[in-house]
C-alpha cells in the first residue's frame, strides 16, 4: 500500500512561483520569442516591473503594461522593431483602479502568451 501524504493532495499551483523582472522577459522574447515561450509558457510567474500605462483593451478589462527592455524611445518598440511592453491582464477593475503609472508592481501570474511578438500574462493577481 502507497503512502499518502498531505503534499500529494495539495494542487499544482502550490509551488512557489518563479521569480523574475519585466524587463528580462521583455528581453527574452526580443531576443528569441520561442525560447522565450518555452523557458516562462509552462509556470507560474511572480513578475516585478515598473508600470507604464494602466488601460482598458477592446472589452474594457483592465490592461497594464509595464516598461520592458530596450525601450529606449518610450514607445513600446526597440529600436530593431520588437516590442518592449509587457501586458498584464486578468486584475480586477477595482485592484487596478489602485495603481498608478511609474509604481513599482509585483504580479503572480498563471500564464504567459505572445501577441504581435511581446509577451502578455494572463490569470494575473497582486
Known sequence: AG??????????QASPPTAVTAAEISG????NEVKAKRDYGDRRLQVTGKIKEIAL????RPSIKLRGANDTHGMGISQAGKMTDVTI??????????LSKGEDITVICDEITEVMGGPVLSGCTI
Open 3 to 12: 503512502k499518502t501524504t498531505a503534499a500529494a493532495d495539495e494542487p499544482a
Open 28 to 31: 527574452a522574447f526580443q531576443e
Open 57 to 60: 483593451d477592446f472589452a474594457d
Open 89 to 98: 491582464s486578468g486584475l480586477s477593475e477595482d485592484a487596478a483602479a489602485q
